[in-house]
């Protein structure tokens, strides 16, 4: 809240300090600007103004001045003096451009501003009070001479049975400093005196100086007419206020100046409200703010009582001297850690594409050797070995592998003649009718005889890697056997 009642005040000095005012035309040859030369010679006036977008020049201007007399005032052109045109100031409406596509042509375009003046004498004006005036809203305003308004008075259709009499002013500057003062304008409902002289022109337009008849007073004041409403240009030369003036030159003594202050003046007065406004503003903060700290200290020490205010105050000056010390808070470590995993993360991926460049992709030799063992063809030539060197005589299928050197066994025992039963015995040798033990064994080793009605043995199949491995082995079986045979082929002894 607080600070929208700031921002209102600051609004509201800007302007009064003429920070903020209507948009005008400036002064010169540039953008959205007009200058006039003005002279009471036969044709010497000149107005130039670039307020339609391009340059626009209405030269072979002549002033008509006043001549005062007892029976009214005589105009003529290129010689007298000024008019003046005194009111109540009800509207106005300031130009900084023109479009002649809405009608403005010829001499509109240099004018600056156009002001809708109730007419009556400055006195008279002045004992107006506030709300009392007649009060027109401008509808429209793109032709300076012919405003549409709306409220109390219809300027656009005035007649000779209206109540009130009016000027409507397209105003030209005689100067810049005119120029400049007429944004005293934008301040309705005031009595006004505008002096001036009315233009005439070879080219004809409504609002120029013709001969027929004007009323004017012996003090050269402008009258109205009988249509109530007087509409004509005006090259104005000075401005009168209730308590201020514009001059041509600027050299009045209550010249009047944009956010000018009575009394103090511009200057002193921006000087206050800085001192004042803005010392005044900074000063209420820190006051407040001291008020509203001791009042949350109240509550705290009523809340948590005067010991635990002592300990909370070691608290924070132990903090403050941790934090001083180099000392890093929870939330300040974790942070830092995170940042430090973070940035060893872009660091190993930033180092990870390089280090795949720079190191080949090495073969993988037990993958290749993985991938060429074929388990499945191992055993198929193991039993298709095993089948055509005598397998297992029985035709059954076994869970024993029987290799090379057993098959030579196998047939060597079969070929060779079963030993005589008119041999003598003795108790060293196996009993009649029964096989060696050796025999037995190796049979039982080559070709076990499984229990017919036993339930099916879930068979495995073994691989054997190491090729050279099974010949030295054959090898071995080979020599075994025949130091066997020469050993046990003969029971006659």
């Given at each position: ?31 959205s ?21 391009s ?19 005589t ?14 100031l009800s ?7 023109h479009?002649?596509?809405t ?11 156009a ?5 009556m ?12 005036g ?13 405003p ?9 259709a ?16 005689a ?30 337009q ?19 007419g ?5 509409s ?13 003036s514009?001059s ?43 008020m ?6 109240r509550t ?6 005067s010991?635990?205010m002592?300990k ?10 941790a ?43 037990s ?6 063992f074929?388990?499945d ?16 005589p029985?035709?059954?299928?076994s ?36 096989s060696?033990?050796?025999r ?28 050279p ?10 020599t075994?056997y ?12």
């Amino acid at each position: 809240m607080r600070g929208v009642l700031l921002a209102v005040c600051l609004l509201s000095t800007m302007t009064l300090a003429g920070c903020l005012g209507p948009s005008t035309a400036s002064w010169g040859t540039g953008d959205s600007a007009v200058e006039v030369e003005y002279s009471m010679e036969q044709d010497g006036t000149t107005v130039r103004s670039t307020l339609s977008g391009s340059s626009t020049t209405v030269s072979d201007l002549t002033t008509v001045g006043c001549t005062p007399g007892t029976e009214g005032g005589t105009l003529a052109a290129g010689n007298g003096s000024v008019m003046t045109f005194s009111g109540y100031l009800s509207a106005s409406q300031m130009y900084d451009s023109h479009n002649d596509q809405t009608g403005a042509r010829g001499l509109d375009f240099g004018v600056a501003a156009a002001a809708a003046i109730e007419a009556m004498p400055f006195s008279q004006a002045q004992a107006v009070e506030e709300g009392d005036g007649s009060r027109i809203v401008p509808k429209s305003w793109d032709t300076p001479l012919l405003p549409t308004t709306s409220g109390t008075v219809e300027l656009h259709a005035m007649d000779q049975e209206a109540e009130t009499k009016w000027f409507v002013l397209g105003m030209i500057p005689a100067s810049e400093n005119i120029l400049n003062g007429m944004t005293a304008l934008d301040e309705w409902h005031q009595p006004i005196t505008v002096e001036g002289y009315l233009v005439k022109s070879n080219a004809s337009q409504t609002g120029m100086w013709t001969d027929r008849a004007y009323r004017v007073a012996n003090d050269c004041s402008m009258g109205v007419g009988q249509s109530n409403l007087e509409s004509v240009y005006v090259l104005v030369t000075g401005i009168n206020f209730d308590g201020s003036s514009v001059s041509l030159d600027g050299e009045a003594d209550d010249e009047w100046l944009q956010g000018d202050i009575p009394l103090v003046g511009r200057g002193l007065f921006l000087m206050l409200f800085l001192v004042a406004g803005v010392g005044g503003f900074v000063g209420t903060y820190i006051v407040s703010t001291n008020m509203l700290n001791r009042s949350a200290n109240r509550t705290m020490e009523i809340l948590v009582g005067s010991e635990g205010m002592k300990k909370a105050s070691k608290v924070k000056s132990d903090a403050s001297a941790a934090r001083e010390a180099g000392m890093e808070s929870p939330a300040e470590r974790k942070a830092r850690r995170d940042q430090e995993r973070r940035d060893l993360e872009t660091a190993a991926a930033r180092s990870k594409p390089k280090k795949e460049q720079s190191e080949p992709k090495e073969e993988s030799g037990s993958d290749d050797a993985l991938g060429g063992f074929d388990l499945d063809s191992v055993l198929a030539s193991t039993g298709s070995s095993s089948s055509s060197r005598g397998g297992n005589p029985s035709g059954r299928s076994s869970s024993v592998v029987v290799t090379d050197a057993a098959a030579n066994m196998d047939r060597m025992q079969s070929s060779s003649p079963p030993p005589s039963s008119s041999a003598p015995s003795r108790g060293g040798g196996p009993p009649r009718g029964r096989s060696p033990p050796w025999r037995s064994a190796s049979t039982k080793t080559v070709s076990p005889s499984p229990n017919e009605n036993a339930p099916p043995v879930r068979r495995r199949r073994i691989a054997k890697k190491a090729e050279p491995v099974v010949e030295e082995a054959e090898e071995t079986a080979k020599t075994s056997y025949n130091d066997e045979e020469e050993e046990f082929s003969d029971f006659s002894f």
